[in-house]
């Protein structure tokens, strides 16, 4: 099964993990060989998966986190590509992809892609939204206008996600701050 990662027994040999024939327990194995493997073996793990399941976006997805965080972006890009061609659900790869943008600007703002930046992870959620309307969605775009310093567009996406299924301390709060942003420019 796709937990078997974790096992003492499978930790402690050199044997090569076998990819579960069922695709929901090989997403599993794909999921925990993250963090129950060594840098090679994943990336080996997720050739292999990929593969095997070609059409699953999952693989090129893990995949372009890993190539990102060794800085290669154009490599990483062109698996979010190819995630966004195979999926069905391309809502989820669309806001996938934000993220991985998203965190490229917070923790690698100093190697810069000139084609992610903000406003493309802006676009890729507006792009996710308009294939399925769902909250977290919104939240994501309102998470990215304020890390802009677009504190209008973030607070007015944060009062109409207070109306949704998301209301929670965070949302009000999220939404506090950015009106304290907007006094703080006006002076």
């Not at 301390?169 to 009106?179: E, G, L, M, T, V």
């Amino acid at each position: 099964s796709g937990l078997g990662m974790n096992a003492p027994a499978m930790k402690a040999t050199g044997i090569k993990k076998a990819l579960p024939d069922d695709i929901e327990q090989a997403q599993v194995a794909l999921f925990m060989g993250a963090s129950a493997l060594d840098s090679l073996e994943n990336a080996n793990f997720l050739e292999r998966f990929i593969q095997k399941f070609p059409q699953s976006p999952d693989g090129y997805i893990y995949r372009a986190r890993t190539l990102a965080s060794s800085l290669k972006f154009a490599e990483a890009e062109k698996d979010m590509n190819t995630a966004l061609k195979v999926a069905d659900k391309k809502d989820d790869v669309h806001y996938q992809y934000a993220n991985l943008i998203y965190q490229h600007y917070l923790l690698q703002a100093n190697t810069p892609y000139e084609p992610w930046t903000l406003d493309r992870a802006l676009q890729e959620s507006k792009e996710a939204y308009a294939i399925t309307p769902m909250p977290v969605y919104l939240r994501q775009q309102a998470q990215l206008l304020y890390t802009q310093q677009r504190y209008e567009e973030a607070f007015q996406l944060y009062q109409q996600l207070a109306q949704s299924d998301m209301r929670s301390a965070d949302i009000f709060y999220a939404a506090a701050q950015c009106r304290l942003a907007l006094k703080d420019q006006e002076g």
